[in-house]
């Protein structure tokens, strides 16, 4: 998971709301009433309540005694972002459930969670942090800020007009869930996942549920054109309106009007959910001097420590969504809004922070969720990205049953794959079971660098409640070796053996 569904930092910004050189009056004067001494613990600041922070906090703690404190403009913490949909289509009883551990957790264990605190600026030569409440002093820092709704209006990101909400905090799917309750037709704004999610969750609870995206197609950065229509297919068979290729114009007045308008069309909806995207909370550490790279991401290296100027600091640290990652396929810098990233790059900052030397490397970004009935998700590279990045890929593609055809609840299975080369690059998956596994093998599959050759070769298990004879993976490695054989002929090379 996903876009705005993941559990990474998206939960937290420090917000601004002062010049730069106010503020660092304000620590001037502040910071001489702070004098530590040489026999104080280490002390840890970490900016952010989301997977990131509170996951670096909780390693820090089983690894130190170091003084440990976190910041947060959220007034909850700990909880599962990706659960929201799930609880919106009451397929899990109430968003308490989300939250993974209690306050008390963090008390026990000397973690001090400060919530509903936000953070005005970042000091980096006095070591001090800014808040509406004080000061705070750090011997290392940990920015995991997260990511912002992604709105194409002008007012602050989460302050939406009567009836028009985002999913950025468990506040806001508390909010929404209450609203749902009176509510008959909602609008969905965005065609990622957590939109098709968010739009299956809403049809299970018998709400009519228009969902509209700019883009040509659903999951537009994520699947191909004809992977995301199976999609779109399900969608429809659940009930959901689907319009693509258009844009949404919501009246000033959509609390009284009611309305929607799309092109020369005009849509009741008593609820707006925005699900556009989302844009890493980075303000922060722009303004205290820190580099923000092309991809709009804190620049980190691979301890995960940020630069400024031509350095990297050694006792300030940025993970989850706010930093960028490097990418394993094209090597270009990229973001990730994936839970899984979060913590992963948790472990490392903790491991860094209490002097167990670890790295953050590349990574495929596999990703999967849920509409209905219907699993889809995918890892690496996509046509378009290949497109956009002047890659040449190959691609192969296979129908085939999750089961044996006489197995009673067989379901069907897409697989499509992508060769960089001969080389494995891409994984695009979606059908009614077994999605997760393999795409987690074929994570694996990229990152050691497979090739058609050695998947032509795979071998695979079978029995007849979890599996065809003949995996179709196997079909579609044959389907791109096909194609590439037919490329090599167009081209007029040498018939070659492939690698």
């Keep these: 998971m996903k876009s705005m569904g993941s559990d990474s930092g998206a939960k937290d910004t420090g917000g601004n709301s002062r010049t730069a050189g106010k503020v660092q009056e304000g620590i001037s004067e502040k910071i001489s009433t702070h004098a530590r001494t040489e026999k104080e613990s280490t002390k840890v600041v970490i900016i952010g309540g989301g997977a990131c922070g509170m996951a670096a906090a909780t390693k820090i703690r089983r690894q130190s005694d170091f003084n440990i404190i976190v910041l947060s403009c959220d007034s909850h913490t700990a909880y599962s972002h990706c659960g929201i949909p799930f609880v919106l289509g009451r397929e899990i009883e109430n968003f308490e459930k989300l939250i993974v551990k209690p306050p008390d957790f963090f008390r026990e264990n000397k973690i001090d969670v400060r919530l509903n605190e936000k953070v005005i600026s970042i000091d980096l030569t006095g070591q001090v942090i800014l808040t509406g409440e004080g000061i705070y002093h750090f011997d290392k820092l940990v920015i995991a800020t997260g990511s912002l709704p992604f709105i194409l209006r002008k007012s602050?990101?989460?302050?939406?007009?009567?009836?028009?909400?985002?999913?950025?905090?468990?506040?806001?799917g508390m909010l929404f869930g209450k609203a749902l309750e009176t509510a008959r037709i909602v609008c969905i704004v965005g065609g990622g996942?957590?939109?098709?999610?968010?739009?299956?969750?809403?049809?299970?609870?018998?709400i009519k549920t228009i969902l509209i995206t700019r883009n040509k197609d659903l999951l537009s950065r994520q699947f191909d054109s004809d992977m995301s229509a199976i999609v779109r297919a399900q969608l429809k068979a659940l009930g959901v309106e689907v319009i693509t290729g258009e844009t949404v114009l919501l009246p000033e007045n959509f609390w009284k009007q009611k309305t929607i308008l799309v092109k020369d069309r005009q849509f009741p909806a008593d609820l707006v959910l925005l699900a556009t995207g989302v844009k890493p909370e980075t303000c922060l550490a722009e303004e205290a001097g820190i580099t923000i790279g092309k991809a709009g991401g804190i620049v980190v290296n691979e301890m995960l420590q940020v630069k400024t100027g031509?350095?990297?600091?050694?006792?300030?640290?940025?993970?989850?969504?706010?930093?960028?990652?490097?990418?394993?396929?094209?090597?270009?810098?990229?973001?990730?809004q994936l839970g899984t990233t979060a913590r992963h790059m948790a472990d490392v900052i903790g491991n860094n922070i209490t002097g167990k030397h670890s790295t953050f490397g590349p990574l495929a970004d596999p990703w999967v969720a849920i509409a209905g009935n219907l699993q889809f998700g995918g890892v690496?590279?996509?046509?378009?990205?290949?497109?956009?990045?002047?890659?040449?890929?190959?691609?192969?593609?296979s129908r085939g049953r999750t089961r044996a055809s006489y197995y009673p609840g067989r379901k069907d299975l897409y697989v499509k794959l992508l060769f960089k080369g001969n080389c494995l690059a891409g994984a695009q998956l979606a059908g009614g079971e077994g999605i997760k596994e393999r795409i987690d093998a074929l994570s694996l599959a990229i990152r050691k660098k497979t090739t058609v050759k050695d998947l032509l070769s795979l071998e695979t298990c079978y029995a007849p409640p979890v599996s065809m004879l003949v995996d179709p993976l196997i079909p579609a490695v044959k389907s791109a070796v096909r194609n590439m054989r037919e490329i090599k002929a167009n081209e007029k090379s040498p018939d070659e053996k492939l690698d």
Aim: proline share 3%; aromatic share 6%; glycine share 14%.
């Design 310 to 336: 031509e350095k990297f600091l050694p006792n300030v640290y940025a993970g989850g969504e706010c930093a960028e990652v490097t990418d394993l396929v094209t090597g270009e810098q990229r973001l990730s």
């Design 156 to 172: 602050q990101a989460n302050i939406m007009p009567y009836g028009i909400f985002t999913l950025r905090t468990l506040a806001d």
């Design 193 to 206: 996942t957590i939109g098709i999610e968010c739009a299956s969750a809403l049809t299970r609870r018998g």
């Design 380 to 397: 690496g590279l996509t046509s378009g990205e290949a497109e956009r990045q002047g890659i040449k890929v190959v691609t192969g593609f």
